[in-house]
């Protein structure tokens, strides 16, 4: 056939292809033995449905345009008897959409280019309103590079794990603003490093546990499910249990929590409190309880309690503690009372008191109390008043009080007084004054009885001491110190010769030589009509002075010893020895 021949033949036949193109297809409807059934048009050479509708004997539906050659849908739809429905532009070859839409049983719409029945280009819906736009896995069918909407408005764009869906970097937008960007754990989905920018424009650099998500290091609000109450936790976090370890918690009054925390109970155990009134605790605390235990508080007062502190009360219970006025108390601390019970307090006038004090009242009980004029108090005190009650008081002057004390008038109800040459006095007073005790010597001696001005005085008894044995006791009047009842004798040279002046207690006695004695007690008068007077001198009587009948006085020195006598025949005086 010549090549002019072929080509009119092959130009015929388009041209009855193009207007009797219906001569190539055939409208029918076939029913095959497995029961599927095909209706619509069919290729009359292939005897495939070309344009129509398949419906399967298990309830599938196919339709669209199929292709002449192998049958397959090529453009249409599939819908199966579980819901699932397919529709878009499908591969002549595999029948598998490659481009359109795939609606599953559970109501996931994913659009798109699709590969094998997996969409690798495009949007997912899920039933939950989850929507997923980006390039998916082929294999996992997982969005990879794109964006997740959830129903809450967040929003993730970035990269996302092939094998478990969950994103592994980008963004991550709240539903109130809050934008968390970095890297992302493959496994959980949680946030393991980056930033998080919050509404308010504020930026902290974070990091987080791959596996329980917990914050690990940056900034959070309060941690749901907890007993938190704090506004904002900056710093690192417990990766197991959330909770700030290391950082800063900032409460809603403004009280601010720096250091070390418990894990457990998120309570700072290390660090700083600063209050919103502007007072300051700092160093360990308990972790249970979350009370200062060692360490130091400044009270807004400019107080300053530095120690150990009870880990139930907070209460100071060893240290020092300085008041804003300069005082200091130092030492043991009640636990409930916070009362000194031992130790020393420092007035801002410098009087200190040392020893042991009440713990409900604060008072010393057993101590020194040192003034700064140099008195000093010291002994045993009353708890509820505080005064002395037992003890010893040196005066600035070096006076010493040293006895009892009535315990809510403080005068001195019993005094032992040491005195300069070593003597001591000791017995019940009046307005601090001994009135009757014991004195004793310091050659041993000891006189029990009535006193003045410290000095024996009135009635009592001395016993005097030989060694370590007492000898004799002697009773009697006491003068000043003196024995009152003491005997002093004299001689006197007269013109008739000796004679000689005595004195016997309350007596005296003048022996004239020649017979006459004349005899007189003081303040007396006498038989003989005598009337003896006296005057102390020295702290003994010396000096007497008799009147005789009213005719002749007689006066007697036992100092200077010398005597007068007074009469109408003139006055005579004697040298005595």
């Known amino acids: ?157 970035g990269m996302f794990d092939k094998d478990t869906g969950y994103q592994i970097e980008g963004t991550v937008t709240g539903p109130d603003g809050t934008v968390a960007d970095g890297r992302f754990d493959k496994d959980t989905g949680y946030q393991i490093e980056g930033t998080i920018t919050g509404p308010d424009g504020t930026v902290a650099y974070v990091r987080f546990d791959k596996d329980t998500g917990y914050l690990i290091e940056g900034v959070r609000g309060k941690l749901e499910g907890t007993d938190e109450t704090g506004l904002s936790y900056e710093g690192k976090f417990d990766k197991d249990t959330g909770r700030l370890i290391e950082g800063k918690v900032t409460f809603l009054n403004g009280e601010v929590q720096e250091g070390t925390f418990d894990r457990d109970t ?61 005082g200091v108390v130092e030492g043991t601390f009640d636990k409930d009372t916070s009362n000194l019970i031992e130790g020393k307090k420092t007035l801002p006038d410098g009087t200190v008191a040392d020893g042991r004090f009440g713990k409900d009242t604060g008072y010393l009980i057993e101590g020194t109390v040192t003034s700064p004029d140099g008195g000093v108090v010291e002994g045993t005190f009353d708890k509820d008043t505080s005064n002395l009650i037992e003890g010893k008081k040196t005066l600035p002057d070096g006076e010493v009080f040293e006895g009892k004390w009535d315990k809510d008038t403080g005068v001195m109800t019993y005094r032992t007084l040491t005195l300069p040459d070593g003597a001591v006095i000791k017995g019940a007073t009046e307005g601090g004054i001994i009135k009757e005790g014991t004195y004793l010597y310091t050659n041993g001696n000891k006189y029990t009885g009535t006193f003045k001005n410290n000095l024996p005085h009135g009635t009592g008894t001395i016993n005097y001491s030989s ?111």
């Not at 129509?52 to 345009?65: A, L, N, S």
């Not at 022996?511 to 006498?526: I, M, P």
């Open 1 to 157: 056939m010549s090549q002019i021949l072929r080509v009119l033949i092959l130009v015929i036949t388009v041209m009855l292809m193009g207007a009797c193109g219906d001569l190539l297809t055939v409208e029918d409807k076939k029913i095959s033995t497995s029961g599927q059934i095909q209706e619509g048009k069919f290729n009359r050479f292939s005897g495939y449905l070309i344009s129509g509708k398949k419906i399967f004997p298990d309830g599938r539906v196919v339709e669209g345009t199929f292709d002449k050659d192998t049958g397959h849908l090529i453009k249409g739809k599939k819908i199966y008897p579980n819901g699932q429905i397919i529709k878009g532009t499908f591969d002549k070859g595999t029948s598998n959409l490659i481009e359109g839409t795939l609606i599953t049983p559970t109501g996931t719409v994913a659009e798109g280019t699709f590969y094998k029945l997996r969409l690798i280009l495009g949007k997912k819906t899920l039933p939950d309103g989850t929507i997923a736009e980006g390039t998916f896995d082929k294999d996992t069918n997982n969005l990879i590079l794109g964006k997740k909407t959830l129903p809450d408005g967040t929003v993730a764009d």
């Open 467 to 577: 060694g370590k044995s007492w000898s004799r006791p002697w009773s009697g009047r006491f003068m000043n110190g003196k024995r009152y009842l003491s005997r002093i004798s004299m001689k006197c040279l007269a013109e008739w010769g000796l004679f000689r002046t005595s004195i016997n207690g309350d007596t005296l006695i003048i022996d004239t030589g020649d017979g006459e004695v004349y005899k007189g007690k003081v303040g007396e008068l006498t038989f003989n009509n005598i009337i003896l007077t006296s005057v102390v001198k020295n702290g003994k009587r010396e000096q007497y002075t008799m009147d005789i009948g009213g005719f002749m006085k007689s006066f007697v020195d036992f100092e200077e010893k010398f005597m007068t006598f007074d009469s109408f025949g003139g006055k005579k005086s004697f040298q005595c020895y």
């Open 266 to 326: 998120g309570i700072i155990i290390e660090g700083t409190v600063t209050g919103p009134d502007g007072g300051v605790v700092e160093g360990t605390f308990d972790k249970d309880t979350g009370n200062l235990i060692e360490g130091k508080k400044t009270l807004p007062d400019g107080t300053v309690a530095d120690g150990r502190f009870d880990k139930d009360t907070g209460i100071i219970i060893e240290g020092t503690v300085t008041g804003p006025d300069g």
